[in-house]
């Protein structure tokens, strides 16, 4: 089994497995000491169906109790109500504070459970067995936690590590176009910020990426769960080089408020990479090829870079971008490319915000 290990203050953490089936998580259970104990695995009214029964028959040698607790699919119940039905299946099948919980799904799933393992009893171990790509590559590390609260993304959570990532590579064939394709958008996010090489290599491998050749999948995210790792490692509690994966973010936040979440994040925040790279050549940091390849780059996948904004609604999608929590004060520290795979973080006036979302109606 191919494996990474993440450390945490400089001492190994967790693992992250990169496998094609179920069949090895029964022996990492018990090899993190809860063979006996009780396991609850919390996925979402989407993935129940497709791989709960699995999962729970990949577990049924282990001799403890288990149970499991399916939250309503979507962004929409990624809410305190929904770890309260969470916490109401623990107390009933009687977890206690050396039990285990499992995260069965995408993001969604990942931060609710997670974070219901950060508060339940305290704080109890909890896995992730990312389904999507975007989880695989992106939310399933790091061991941020969290809900959403009155519109507000992530508003309420918990830094909380898992005691493994376990994934099974093979979940990704069941995910819609437009959500591989969402996730991929943070893939090659990853290239943009860190590894010039690893973003060529996708351009070049855009059509096995996109037909999900599973020999090419499982190079990609082993390389994608590289990059996030580093940067998870070197700060852990995003204190400064972590806010690096905010890569297109800010102008993309803004954006899929704007657009009342119509998009796909992922999609949003290929617009907002469109942007931010248009605003990195207008301030010299990319060359104006580097730009292109970019934008054609993202495009080239089937991802959005162009959308248009009046001028109207561009003031208020700077408005949002004010107001977002990552903002610092009313200065907005923005991720610009110093080059691509050469990611810099600094403050950015609010022309150089305009000029990047006007940018996207002009392509
Ligand atoms: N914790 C972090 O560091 C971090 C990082 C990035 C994003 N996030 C969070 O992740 C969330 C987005 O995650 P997401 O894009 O995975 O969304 P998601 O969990 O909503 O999954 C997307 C959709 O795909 C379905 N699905 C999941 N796996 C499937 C499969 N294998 N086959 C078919 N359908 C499947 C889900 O039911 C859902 O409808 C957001 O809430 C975001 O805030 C967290
Ligand atoms: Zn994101």
């Not at 305290?122 to 959403?148: E, H, W, Y």
């Not at 994966?245 to 949003?268: P, R």
Request: a negative charge.
């Amino acid at each position: 089994m191919d494996r990474l290990t993440v450390q945490n203050n400089g001492k190994p953490c967790y693992e992250i497995v990169f496998t094609q089936d179920f069949s090895g998580l029964a022996d990492l259970i018990s090899s993190l000491g809860f063979a006996e104990r009780r396991i609850a695995v919390i996925t979402d009214s989407n993935v129940a169906p497709l791989y709960l029964d699995e999962v729970m028959g990949a577990i049924a040698s282990l001799p403890g109790d288990h149970c499991s607790h399916t939250l309503q699919a979507g962004e929409e119940y990624k809410q305190l109500s929904s770890v309260e039905g969470v916490y109401e299946t623990l107390i009933r099948h009687h977890l206690d504070r050396h039990d285990l919980l499992i995260a069965l799904g995408g993001g969604v799933c990942g931060d609710m459970t997670g974070f219901a393992a950060a508060t339940y009893l305290r704080g109890i171990s909890f896995l992730q067995i990312p389904t999507t790509l975007l989880a695989q590559c992106d939310s399933s590390i790091g061991g941020k936690t969290g809900v959403d609260l009155k519109g507000y993304k992530n508003m309420v959570g918990a830094f909380h590590m898992p005691r493994l990532v376990y994934m099974n590579l093979k979940t990704l064939l069941s995910l819609d176009d437009r959500q591989f394709l969402a996730g991929f958008a943070e893939v090659i996010k990853h290239g943009m910020i860190r590894d010039a090489q690893y973003f060529t290599w996708l351009l070049d491998h855009r059509d096995e990426i996109l037909s999900r050749d599973i020999g090419i999948l499982s190079q990609m995210i082993r390389r994608s769960c590289e990059i996030k790792r580093a940067v998870v490692e070197e700060d852990p509690t995003e204190q400064g080089l972590r806010a690096i994966l905010n890569f297109g973010h800010t102008i993309g936040h803004a954006v899929e408020k704007f657009l009342d979440f119509s998009l796909y994040h992922g999609e949003c925040v290929s617009l907002g990479m469109a942007a931010a790279a248009a605003i990195s050549v207008r301030e010299g940091l990319l060359a104006e090829s580097e730009g292109n390849r970019i934008i054609e780059g993202l495009r080239s996948f089937g991802l959005p870079v162009a959308r248009s904004f009046t001028e109207e609604e561009t003031g208020r999608i700077l408005v949002l971008v004010r107001s977002d929590k990552k903002a610092d004060g009313k200065q907005v520290r923005f991720v610009y490319l110093n080059g691509i795979g050469n990611a810099v973080r600094k403050e950015i006036s609010e022309e150089s915000l305009r000029f990047g979302i006007l940018s996207l109606s002009e392509r």
